[in-house]
């Protein structure tokens, strides 16, 4: 770990807000408007610049998110329990009856995994097992708080990975607020998860900012594409995670030709596909997950489309590849870590991870053992305290893990680094870095 | 003990004072004006005699979710069971007396039938005649069981849950869900529910408020207008924030928290309340409590109280069980008064308020403000 890079004080940061005073009362703006910015520690969650919201705009009148969320209430005297046989953490993830449960298979996995490996190591402290309380996230609206409420007050977790689902991620942080209960997020791309000021949550996997702005980059500044149609789900996932891409297409200059609907798990796309085609599109842009995105590849191939299509990070699978076979070819995705890159952690874990469950890690799987880990290392520092497991988890700046290198902001939230992918002679290959 | 106690003085203060419901006021309050408008020195309206309850006497945890004062009771929820003050003593209701859960989040009371209604994270309640019945999504038309916000308007109860509003016609036995599927709610997380006139104002969770025209059955969104969550683009453009925590109406103004903030819409404009702006304690609102055309605020970092131009801003000190009282006026003068006594904790998560009392649930027991001798001023105070 090293210090945390965003600083919400010093004097830098004075120096930028008498900048922005003088600008503000020099452009006639009122003399409380612009008060603080991104001067310092650069833009908010990394944004390039050109993607900025209201750029031009003149000051904006503040910015949040600027500081960690502190986490005022009681609980860090609370004395740990007697009596426990085993230390128990929850795990939300789909993994049976919903679209997604081939990542909740690599997630299940790798928190598997990491906790096995660590009760072989003794344990908690060398004195207690940690034990698996694991939920299935269906989806359904309401179905997640009502698991998190049981997790938190029958099953006496001690922290919750999970899950995948935005809908489910944010109610479960709503319930983790009055339950007091830290959440490690290794699968959620829902930006807006780690922006709601709850000081409960902290996501080791890159959100939806980050790929919306990975691959506005790779479409326009570096594959010269002009007129671009959006084809999403049409659910949280599609809604939410499209409107960084759609937003920073626009303010280069690229406002979507067009951006059309689907129901998850949709089996005929001519509707979709036709409009496309009538909008005369160079580029299709996916916000899909593998199933899905490899049924609408299908569909393009056999209309004899010929666009190039970008997906999001849900394609980078071997279910994606399997499933849509030679319609893949020349699919370019964004990943949040380079699967190829070859060092001998990675190596190791790749064979501990094959002997284990007989297949390869993805993504899912690294960020998942990468969370439980964490996660792990802050019950070592702080002991059976809800409160002070938050607080080692709040104060984490960096993190080496098997994923990539991780860098966190003052939401909780890893950045990340994220990759590009293309599909050819029918695997991914990396084509470009972060 | 940590906290302050003094249960002869909170009986006393708790049941010798009559409820005064708050008069209508014609006009904005003027500056150091009280809840009912009129002029008044800082002595009589600041609130400095604090009586703190926790589970030493009685409660049946010290964290404290929700507040409710009856005529002749005073009902607690907490994380561990429901708790009743009658007659000076605490009397704690579990799952064993009916309680559908022992997590309780909000309460409300009927006018009409004087039974209380129960918010808890595992379904609703309803306390009546002594006897507790159950309502939850397996035995009835609740739309989820994990409820945040509850109000009772005529024979409908509203209900704000995880996955949407549910409306239960106590008459007709019947129950209707509106959520994002058929109303304009962006998302279908309901966290907080107040009246006005003729309308429903609903927190929702990264919606902003909506409002629903209780005659027409028609709904009206109210969100961010800038549409970012890391920025507020302009002040008093509108909502502060999408995320709503809590709203509270009363005499014209609908007052709104959120993680970011407190904005307040009075029917044409909106206002927004910020930290580094304002009185407001802190950006993170639990809980907003109307009061005629005032505001009780309930923060992570203390409580607040805006009649319109003055802020008055109640904390403990860190060790207690004293704490301080900053008064800030619209003019920009500031004082600081020290009280020899002070709210349980600076985490405040509910609030009830009357003319010259107020209820405070924090995370460290249940506090009973009234107003009382001056203070003394502390160091550092007036610029």
């Not at chain 1, 009760?119 to 694991?134: E, K, S």
């Not at chain 1, 080496?400 to 909780?412: R, Y």
């Not at chain 2, 809590?246 to 029917?267: H, I, K, N, P, Q």
Request: charged share 20%; hydrophobic share 40%.
């Amino acid at each position: 770990m090293s210090a945390r890079a965003f600083r919400p004080a010093g004097t830098a940061r004075l120096l930028s807000v008498a900048a922005l005073l003088l600008a503000a009362v020099a452009t006639g703006a009122p003399q409380d408007a612009g008060g603080q910015g991104y001067t310092e520690q650069g833009t908010y969650a990394g944004t390039p610049e050109a993607f900025v919201p209201y750029r031009h705009s003149g000051p904006v009148y503040w910015h949040f998110y600027e500081a960690p969320p502190p986490f005022r209430g009681t609980g860090r005297l609370t004395a740990p329990p007697t009596g426990l046989r085993s230390i128990k953490i929850g795990l939300i993830a789909p993994l049976e009856d919903t679209a997604d449960t081939d990542i909740g298979r690599s997630m299940y996995q790798g928190v598997t995994l990491a906790i096995e490996e660590a009760n072989r190591a003794d344990g908690f402290r060398g004195v207690l097992p940690y034990a698996l309380a694991v939920r299935n996230d269906s989806g359904i609206w309401g179905a997640s708080s009502n698991t998190f409420v049981e997790l938190a007050w029958r099953d006496d977790v001690w922290a919750v990975i999970g899950s995948v689902d935005g809908n489910t991620t944010h109610t479960v942080l709503r319930v983790a607020l009055k339950a007091e209960l830290p959440i490690v997020n290794t699968a959620c791309t829902d930006p807006t998860v780690t922006e709601t000021a709850i000081p409960w949550i902290l996501r080791c996997y890159p959100d939806d900012r980050q790929y919306g702005y990975r691959l506005a980059r790779a479409v326009f500044m570096e594959r010269g594409h002009e007129r671009v149609a959006v084809l999403r789900a049409n659910d949280k996932y599609g809604r939410m995670g499209v409107k960084e891409f759609t937003d920073a297409a626009r303010r280069i200059g690229h406002p979507l030709a067009l951006e059309v609907r689907y129901l998850p798990g949709e089996q005929v796309f001519e509707r979709q596909l036709e409009r496309i085609r009538r909008a005369k599109v160079d580029a299709v842009v996916l916000w899909s997950n593998a199933q899905d995105g490899a049924r609408i590849l299908a569909a393009m191939h056999a209309a004899g489309m010929e666009h190039e299509v970008f997906g999001t990070e849900r394609l980078v699978s071997a279910a994606f590849l399997a499933q849509a076979g030679a319609a893949s070819e020349g699919v370019v995705a964004v990943c949040p870590m380079n699967v190829e890159e070859t060092n001998a952690a990675w190596d190791d874990f790749r064979a501990r991870y094959s002997q284990s469950f007989g297949d390869e890690p993805d993504a899912f799987a690294a960020y998942s053992y990468d969370g439980t880990r964490i996660l792990l290392d802050a019950f070592e520092r702080a002991g059976l305290n809800r409160v002070r497991i938050r607080d080692e988890l709040a104060a984490l700046e960096t993190y080496e893990g098997l994923a990539g290198p991780m860098t966190f902001d003052p939401t909780h939230n890893n950045l990340g680094q994220i990759h590009v992918f293309e599909v050819q002679g029918g695997r991914f290959v990396h084509v470009a870095g972060p | 003990m940590m906290h302050y106690h003094d249960r002869t003085r909170a009986a006393a203060l708790l049941f010798a004072l009559s409820f005064v419901s708050p008069p209508a006021a014609a006009g904005p309050a003027a500056r150091g004006a009280g809840d009912d408008g009129a002029a008044k020195t800082t002595e009589e309206t600041v609130f400095t005699q604090w009586t703190t309850y926790t589970t030493a006497d009685g409660l049946a945890s010290d964290k404290v979710f929700c507040v409710l004062a009856d005529e002749d009771e005073l009902w607690a929820g907490t994380d561990r069971g429901l708790a009743r003050l009658r007659d000076g003593k605490w009397k704690v209701f579990s799952k064993d007396d009916g309680l559908s859960f022992p997590v309780v989040s909000c309460l409300a009371l009927s006018e009409q039938t004087g039974d209380l209604w129960i918010g808890t994270f595992g379904g609703l309640s309803r306390f009546s005649g002594g006897r507790f019945d159950t309502f939850n999504q397996l035995d009835s038309g609740l739309v989820n069981d994990v409820i945040y916000g509850l109000t009772v308007v005529g024979d409908h109860v509203w209900v704000a849950t995880s996955a949407g509003l549910s409306r239960f016609d106590v008459k007709a036995d019947s129950w209707q869900l509106f959520s994002h599927e058929n109303t304009v709610m962006h998302e279908p997380w309901c966290y907080g529910l107040t009246q006005a006139p003729g309308l429903l104002y609903v927190a929702v969770w990264g919606g902003g408020v909506v409002e629903h025209d209780l005659a027409r059955e028609s709904w009206k969104e109210y969100r961010d207008p800038d549409q970012e969550m890391e920025i507020d683009l302009l002040r008093d453009d509108g909502l502060i924030h999408d995320v709503t925590s809590s709203v509270s109406w009363a005499d014209g103004f609908l007052w709104v928290g959120t993680y970011f903030g407190m904005s307040r819409y009075d029917g044409k404009s909106w206002r927004s309340y910020l930290d580094h702006d304002t009185g407001l304690p802190s950006n993170f609102v639990n809980v907003v409590r109307a009061q005629g055309r005032a505001v009780w605020v309930g923060t992570d970092d203390g409580l607040g109280h805006f009649d319109g131009a003055r802020w008055t801003v109640y904390r403990r000190d860190q060790d207690g069980p004293g704490g301080t009282i900053r008064i800030a006026e619209e003019d920009g003068t500031e004082r600081v008064l020290a009280s020899a006594n002070a709210i349980a904790h600076n985490f405040v998560l509910g609030l009830e308020s009357r003319t010259d009392r107020v209820w405070v649930a924090t995370a460290a027991g249940l506090s009973v403000g009234s107003r009382g001798a001056a203070p003394a001023a502390a160091a550092g105070g007036g610029r």
